[in-house]
């Protein structure tokens, strides 16, 4: 293993940490010590990295960042449609377990946090974009295709995100899981109605 | 002026204060010498009624409450569909200045408090309700008097509110208003081409 290796796994290792802090306490309550806590390589070494949980946290929405972006370009489906709905599912998952609730609130915490910290605010818009390109290509696609109807992608994109984001704001610090299952129906029954030709 | 009164208006002021408060420094950073600092009368008033912030924004979140109550039941329309604009409207306002983006930005940091505050979470849970409940009215309203089709009014409302949350948590921590604005007009054309039959 070469140094960069050693590195990488550090840093591997601390975002890890960083994730069971915040499904644990949340973000309000997340600290740089609760955070060395679930590290476990030398706690020195989280220290040495970063002074804060501000900076610690700045690194830890870019890893995200980079986790949605290989797991949104590892969907593989057969048609537009297809591949449409499986980006819905990671937006509004069917099922939906403790640990993932405990996590999305805490990234409704930050995300709350945004105005306050710029760094956050450009990794979360970032996000966003990220989210709603992929969601205006797969719509072109399809359109190109001719599974689409001829639709306004970038207007079909910013309609599934915001639903999805506010059954997502509604439904999770609510703990009503109900609410996201509902709107992922409505969702996937409006873009069939909407958008796909021979649904 | 009799006793009641005198309760009444210091409760007033003090939910002011906390207003202020909230506006200017954001929830995270709101403590209750920051919302006695915005109380124009004795501090030692503030803290004989209150021993901390939650205590205080738990009282704050039942008076915001009452005050949707009222301004939601203030709403004078000719139509259903002009009642269903006017609510549209207070999820979704054509113009937001500063002070009521920063006073949104301070509700949404609550509401992601919501799972660590029981009183938070059943304060939004019940203003929730509130709201998709006017909508059902509304649209149930026009459905009767024959200026709607004849849709599942709870599955519209419900739609439309989270539509409207989606617009508001992806918008206004990323200071993004035209987000706000775009998924108004998403919301106001769905609802006259699925919703009104003489639109």
Redesign the interface.
């Known amino acids: 293993m070469n140094d960069s290796d050693g590195e990488n796994d550090t840093k591997a290792a601390m975002m890890e940490a960083t994730y069971r802090a915040l499904c644990q306490h949340?973000?309000?309550?997340t600290s740089i010590s609760k955070i060395a806590a679930e590290f476990e390589k030398s706690k020195s070494l989280l220290y040495y990295h970063y002074d804060d949980k501000e900076e610690l946290l700045e690194d830890f929405l870019h890893y995200m960042l980079d986790q949605l972006e290989a797991d949104l370009a590892s969907i593989e489906a057969e048609t537009a449609h297809e591949e449409l709905l499986s980006i819905v599912d990671r937006l509004l998952p069917e099922e939906i377990n403790d640990e993932q609730m405990r996590f999305r609130?805490a990234v409704?915490?930050l995300?709350?946090?945004?105005?306050?910290h710029d760094t956050y605010?450009e990794q979360?818009?970032r996000s966003?974009e990220l989210i709603l390109s992929t969601l205006v290509d797969v719509i072109e696609r399809g359109i190109e295709n001719g599974e689409f109807r001829s639709v306004n992608s970038r207007?079909k994109a910013?309609?599934v995100?915001?639903?999805?984001?506010?059954?997502?704001?509604?439904g999770?610090?609510?703990?009503?899981p109900e609410?996201l299952n509902?709107?992922r129906e409505?969702v996937v029954s409006h873009l069939e109605a909407q958008l796909v030709k021979f649904a």
Chains 1, 2 share one sequence.
């Open positions: 949340g973000y309000s309550d609130r409704l915490e995300r709350a946090q945004a105005p306050y605010r979360f818009a966003d207007e910013e309609f995100y915001s639903l999805a984001y506010g059954a997502m704001e509604r999770i610090p609510l703990e009503d609410t509902s709107t409505t």
